[in-house]
């Protein structure tokens, strides 16, 4: 298994509230990803990451902003949480070049209430 | 807009049969293709990647790519209960991203 953390697994919030997850890698991989899955809507790119410092926006990035300030850690900040930022999310990496694979963490199933 | 269609299922086969899981893809310039499993609860875990036009074969599995008609397959042959769960294709854009489809649900009947 790629060696991928995500923390925390499970939480529950208010509406309004800052929430920040965290994808921890030790791959040492240059590329990491956050998405969500919804029923319906199978996975969607929130934001990604091509290097330290070096971010983009995805597909669905509206209500969320992301730091990496090391190459091992990828942070997802829900500026003020809303009820339909509910779903799950997914960190992935990839080492990038010819093949572009990547590899899921755990996911943090987080709620807003 | 860049799409990856899947039929959703659920796709329901006797154990022992062929399971056949079909994808298309819009993009004619994508060059990476993906079959990740993803188990009810549990992440998308990486089960083939492929290409070049043709098969590709790993144990049970068996990926098929024609990209003149922008098509990708995953064959399971044999296929077991375990392997019920929801099979995700995606396909490569730029910029190191991957498209998915929204997924096909495969039921193994004992």
């Known amino acids: 298994d790629a060696g991928i953390t995500q923390s925390p697994r499970h939480k529950v919030t208010e509406t309004g509230t800052p929430v920040t997850l965290r994808c921890h890698q030790t791959e040492n991989h240059r590329y990491m990803y956050w998405y969500r899955q919804d029923p319906g809507h199978g996975l969607r790119l929130i934001h990604y990451?091509?290097?330290?410092?070096?971010?983009d926006k995805g597909e669905v990035s509206d209500g969320y902003s992301v730091s990496r300030s090391k190459t091992e850690d990828f942070l997802l900040t829900l500026e003020s949480a809303t009820s339909s930022q509910t779903s799950v999310y997914f960190c992935?990496?990839?080492?990038?070049?010819?093949?572009?694979?990547?590899?899921f963490g755990p996911g943090t199933r987080l709620t807003v209430l | 807009q860049k799409e990856v269609e899947q039929n959703s299922g659920p796709l329901s086969v006797p154990e022992g049969a062929i399971a056949s899981l079909n994808c298309t893809y819009s993009d004619r310039g994508s060059q990476s293709f993906f079959w990740y499993r993803q188990y009810s609860g549990k992440s998308p875990e990486l089960i083939m990647s492929?290409?070049?036009?043709g098969d590709k074969e790993d144990g049970r599995f068996t990926a098929q790519l024609n990209k003149a008609s922008q098509y990708v397959s995953l064959l399971i042959r044999d296929s077991q209960p375990s392997d019920s769960a929801t099979y995700l294709c995606?396909?490569?854009?730029?910029?190191?991203?991957?498209?998915f489809g929204s997924g096909t649900r495969l039921l193994v009947r004992p």
């Open positions: 995606a396909v490569n854009d730029s910029s190191y991203k991957l498209i």
């Open positions: 992935a990496i990839s080492a990038g070049g010819r093949t572009d694979t990547q590899y």
């Open positions: 990451s091509y290097g330290v410092k070096d971010t």
């Open positions: 492929i290409y070049s036009n």
